[in-house]
């Protein structure tokens, strides 16, 4: 192994565990609050360093599957982020350039998922469920993100859902990562590639489900 991949893997833990960390405890963190701002940009960067060195090392040792991983994870930690900038879509706001960027990124990276997972099907059986799940996810992310760009959210706080809904998938892409470095269940691991997600999918909901609520209960308390 050469000085340099060596290198490369070091920051590759180091962001990592710098994106599991913070990941969460800014999902636990008050939203909004000078903390959670703090932990959440301190998880984009860590997500930053892993999509930079896991092209790297996709690229260097031909795993053309953790270079498609690279891009879904952090298409949905930037689109996460990006929707920050973008609060006012409701009010015909218009993208930038690199909105449509990132957004495009996010459809091809899905297609070429899905593209990928017949490759695994007729080569590694139910494996092929893990980049067909990652491709339809990402695709359909991608659509939406364009869709919203031209014809606009009705929701005013649709920012706020959709950046907790991107940065717990971005989350959960790197809880997902952690666990199958260090676990093997046989011919069943490609089970840990998606019950990670669908798992912290599902708690993400809950959270972003009761945040609404409390919404629509202070709307109708005002009213």
């Avoid at 930037?78 to 960027?101: A, E, M, N, T, V």
Wanted: aromatic residues 18%; positive net charge; charged residues 10%.
């Amino acid at each position: 192994m050469s000085s340099t991949l060596k290198i490369i893997l070091i920051i590759h833990i180091i962001s990592g565990f710098a994106a599991l960390s913070t990941g969460l405890i800014s999902m636990i963190n008050r939203k909004g609050s000078k903390r959670h701002r703090f932990t959440g940009k301190i998880f984009f960067f860590g997500m930053t360093g892993i999509f930079i060195t896991s092209i790297y090392i996709s690229v260097v040792k031909n795993i053309p599957f953790l270079f498609m991983v690279g891009f879904f994870s952090y298409y949905l930690a930037s689109s996460g982020y990006r929707i920050l900038f973008l609060k006012k879509l409701h009010l015909d706001q218009r993208p930038g350039w690199l909105d449509w960027f990132i957004s495009i990124i996010g459809l091809v990276s899905g297609i070429a998922f899905i593209v990928f997972s017949y490759t695994w099907f007729t080569q590694r059986g139910m494996w092929g469920t893990v980049p067909l799940a990652f491709g339809i996810f990402c695709a359909f992310s991608g659509y939406t993100d364009l869709r919203s760009f031209f014809v606009a959210p009705t929701e005013k706080q649709y920012w706020l859902f959709k950046h907790g809904a991107r940065m717990g998938a971005a989350f959960a892409a790197t809880v997902t990562a952690f666990i199958v470095v260090n676990f093997n269940i046989g011919s069943m691991t490609w089970i840990l590639w998606i019950l990670p997600g669908v798992t912290i999918g599902i708690i993400s909901a809950k959270i972003l489900n009761a945040h609404r609520k409390k919404l629509e209960a202070n709307k109708s308390v005002a009213f």
